[in-house]
């Protein structure tokens, strides 16, 4: 293995490392639609393990939100979840009982939205909130709820908790209202934090503090973490693993370093040339990806990537046959592409 | 974002044949029901002197209060008149008041919106004030006063009404010029000459127009109710003229013997009123969805 | 101190809507063609009747003179003479509102009670049967005459099942009987609206049940019941709130309507006996403390709102 120019420890290979906390597999969303459905998660499968960071990468609409929300059972009337499981610690949750699958969500797996401003409920304080979490799963007075949030809101580094615990959303920054939705996520210690483009509504400034925040979480807790994102650079900042999204389906799965420096799917190779990151210089022309993202209820008979594709131009396969996702050349390393040895042949190092 | 929402749209995508826009209109149930009601209402109306089996007015003392028979479908009243033709006859009044005051407050309405958005300052704070004290004002009572004041007549009916809903169509047409105003002066320094009268048809009108029908499909609805309660009350158009208030009003003395002759037009008045209502909400669902906002307050 | 100075501006705001209220009052009465003196005499006043009553009614003089008057009178409360009776119109007014009241009260709490969770329950099962049930029940409601509700009531309660009175009035002291005499109008007052309500509630409910902070608690695992009942329901309850201030003025109309069809005393039937009998005066006295209660009432939701929601009280 190459040192990996990230400021993270990148860990040992996958699949070497200890069980999945969650674990993904086959997961199948549609909803319904005229004349057909859309299918907006399509055979997923994914895992990450505890202290470890998987990265889900993707344009908008590329299912990446939808998975995780289809994985807490949190999928919206009237989409459901064809197929699939979302092994939580080995306990299937989408066969879980209604019961038994809130009590886990917010305890075991809890998510972090993208946009604070909205997922704090306005007309609640902040304390109320947070309590309201913890008391949906502890038996606590409601003293002792409160002394638990202002603890959490100090966790969080929220100056001032004993008083902020009192305010309402519209009372905080964007930051702080992103803390505070931190502090409630962690509030029951979970397994599995999903941090869904936790900081796209923020700063610059105020976005290296939240990720500088769950990452201390994360080291001090164990937790395993998911984060949704379309930021490359945060990715390569962040992440031990990666996973590459388009379409509802994952195109392409790997340690950080194998999709940073052997790509093997030309959508990432889209991705990275779209979008300015670490690793760009400044001078290097960025090129947007052409054409629109597929629509999940029109999915092409093959590969949903090959009208936008430079590589499938006009290749029988790419447009007959939808490629499955495969081992590539490195351990671990797995590509939903017919042609990815062609980007093997083009060098990794042009890029 | 579409994946947070929990729900895609289909409708990101140009529409592959030329018509398929027409699709979700022929698809909403509600919006088609509405739709063919209010048609065959309004052939009804416009057909009453054709299809009516007898005259509204005419009485026939030998033959009041007539059970249902093939000779008077819904039987006669107390003063021997055919219930089926006064039912038919009361249709043209009920129309005659919706369209009357949807025409009425529309035109005012837009008006006087779009003077207030384009205008503003001192302009706009006033119409604005008069407009939320209008609204204050119940509607019904407007026409009550109004009744008082000049006696009781089909204008006095729909003057009223008609005040009552201009404030609200003029509340939305300013919303909307609002919202757009900002986007008309970055077009029209792009395109210096574009004529206001384009600026008017190309931006605001297409922009206007679908919340605004929906505002007018309500205050149709309306005129009919509050026709048919002044009717009721003796205060709307005076009998013996045939109108559904009247129809209900006269039942209402032999409701124990004869329930039908109430009953049938009541049915009238809600099926027209359904029609409107489910015309507006489903316009409300296809036309565009954001403007539910804007329209939802409106009952 | 924030909540004083919403408190404030809420009064402020009642004040400066009462003003308006009698400005429009005025203004539209003299503004719409026709003479209420011609009106009131009938076909054949003579010209020294006519002369006489403009005198009294004060229409000879200038129209900002008469505003001023009218304007001054109305806030000493002073609302005009009844022609018919002699007595001070407004007295007349307040002397049938007691009955309007329970009726609208008691109709208005029926409406909340019966409208909202069957708002909630619709926009939980949206898509079902269940909502479709309740949603066609509602256009029902918001779609036939209230009047008719009122007769088709009268017909199948009091005449064929004989359980209810037939006419919504009595004499008698006793708190039950009254109750009695009431619930059959206070029922189908309190259906018409709940109607409305329920339609409301459901839109609102959707769209807060759409949002952000709904779905994050769900994610951590908040019982569904406080997810709709505590976090939904008091944001939703704002849009509701602003239209159950529309309907109650909108709802004075209906009970002037479910007076006439039960017979009840009030203020409804006050003001129709005052119409038919060209009355102006205290037409006009009706129709503005009509007006005013509206008013209130909707600047008491403001306050309400202020409540619920704290970015109003900034």
Redesign the interface.
Known sequence: METVTTPRNARSEPESDGAAVLEIRGLLTR?P??PVP?T?VNDVSLSVRAGETLAVVGE???????TF?SAMG???HP?RVIAGEALLSGIDLLKLPAKELRKRRGAEIAMV??DPLSGLNPVFRIGDQIMAVIRAHRALSRTDARKEAVRLLERVHIPDAGRRVDDYPHQLSGGMRQRALIAMAIALGPKVLIA?EPTTALDVTVQAQILELLSEIQAETGMAMVLITHDLGLVARHADRVAVMYGGRVVEQGALDAIFKRTRHPYTVALFRSIPHLDTPADSDLTPIQG?PP????LPKGCAFAPRCYLAQDRRDCLERSPTLAAADSPGHLSACHHWHDLAAEGDKAR | ????????S?D??PPARRFAWL?RYV?HPGLMIGMVILLLLVTVAAAAPWIAPYSPLDTDLADTLAHPSAKHWLGTDQYGRDIVSRLIWGSRISLQVALAVVLISLTLGTLIGAVAGFAGGWVDRVIV??N????????????????????SSLESVI?AVS?AFTPRVSAVMRSVVLTIKPRLFVEASRAIGMSSWRILWRHVVPNALPPVIVVATVSA?TAI??E??LS????GVQPPTATW?NI?SDG?AI??TN?LI??S??LC??VA??AL??LGDGLRDTLDPQM?RQT??M? | MPVIGYLGRCLIQLV??MI??V???FF??RA???D?AA?MLGDYATKEALATLHAQLGLDRPLFEQYLLFMGRAFSGDLGTSVVTGQPALSEITSSLPSSAALAVLGLLIAVLIGIPLGIWSAMRQGTWVDVTIMLGA??G???????FG??A??FFA?WLDIFPALGATSSESIWTQLYYLALPALVFGFSIAA?IAR?TR??ML?VL?QDYV?VARAMGVPEWQVICKFALRNALI?IL??VG??F??A???A??IE?VFSRPGVGST??K???A???QL??AG?LA??AI??VI?VSLEIAYGLIDPRLRK
């Open positions: 909803f639609g005229e859309a907006v908008s609409g590329s299912g990446k939100t939808m929300v949190l999928v919206a989409g939205f993208q869904d629109q629509n999940p209820s029109r | 974002m579409t994946d947070t929402s929990g729900q895609t289909l990101d995508l699709d698809r004030v008069c939320d004290i209008l609204l204050a004002f119940p509607g019904f009572l407007l026409a009550l006063a109004l009744v008082a004041a000049r006696g003057t005040i609805a109710l509050a048919a309660g009721f009350l003796g205060l208030g209900i209402n409701i124990t329930p109430s009953f037009a009541g008045i809600a009123v359904v209502n489910l539910r939802g307050r009952i | 400066v809507t308006g209220i400005t429009v009052a539209l009465m719409i063609p026709g209420p009106y256009l029902a918001i779609s036939f005459p209230v009047f008719w007769l088709v009268i017909l005449h409305y409301l839109s609102a769209e759409s779905r849009p602003a239209v529309v309907t003025a909108w004075f109309g209906n002037i309507l006439a003001l129709l005052a119409i038919l060209r009355d102006y037409v006009q129709v009509l007006a509206v008013v909707n």
